[in-house]
């Protein structure tokens, strides 16, 4: 009877230990970059054609799993932080006019929308990325229609070729008609 009860009590604490370790959020980390493909001479980054941004960042994996398509919002509250490094300028997601976020494709980045003018951040700058719009761009604030020192760049965001998924593709079909053969 003790022996029935002891692992009855070992039974409860093995299946509360599982059900808690399953209630615990996991931080997904994720980094991409940017090249810059053009920069004017003086601009506020420090920048120049062929330099790299770098956009670094974590959420928490109840916000997205990392399969499929998904998107994660970096509003206070979330726990979910990133970094944009562009050139002298660190960015996060509190110099945001908006609420920033970033598209995901089983994990990976497709897109950042994010944007920060003018007075709102204490850069004296313009820096947006919009996923209506491919790549992003930057200025000095200024007057007129040409703000001072512009940049402009593309993601390096890592999409799937569809070369690459075919290559996917025809070597499982071959693992499955080697197994098929093998029975």
Do not use: C, K
């Amino acid at each position: 009877m003790r022996r029935l009860t002891s692992v009855r009590i070992a039974t409860s604490l093995v299946f509360l230990l599982v059900g808690s370790v399953g209630a615990h959020a996991t931080a997904i980390h994720f980094s991409t970059t940017g090249v810059v493909t053009s920069a004017e001479v003086g601009n506020p980054f420090g920048l120049a054609v062929n330099d790299t941004i770098l956009l670094t960042g974590e959420y928490d994996d109840s916000l997205y799993d990392g399969t499929g398509p998904g998107e994660v919002t970096f509003n206070e509250g979330t726990g979910s932080s990133f970094s944009l490094v562009v050139g002298t300028v660190t960015l996060t997601e509190t110099d945001d006019i908006g609420v920033p976020l970033v598209l995901f494709m089983d994990g990976n980045i497709t897109g950042l929308h994010f944007g920060t003018i003018g007075d709102d951040n204490a850069f004296g700058i313009v820096f947006i990325s919009s996923i209506f719009v491919p790549g992003f761009r930057g200025s000095g604030i200024g007057t007129g229609e040409d703000p001072p020192g512009q940049i402009a760049g593309v993601w390096s965001f890592q999409v799937p070729e569809p070369g690459t998924l075919a290559l996917l593709g025809l070597g499982l079909l071959g693992l499955g008609l080697t197994r098929r053969r093998a029975n």
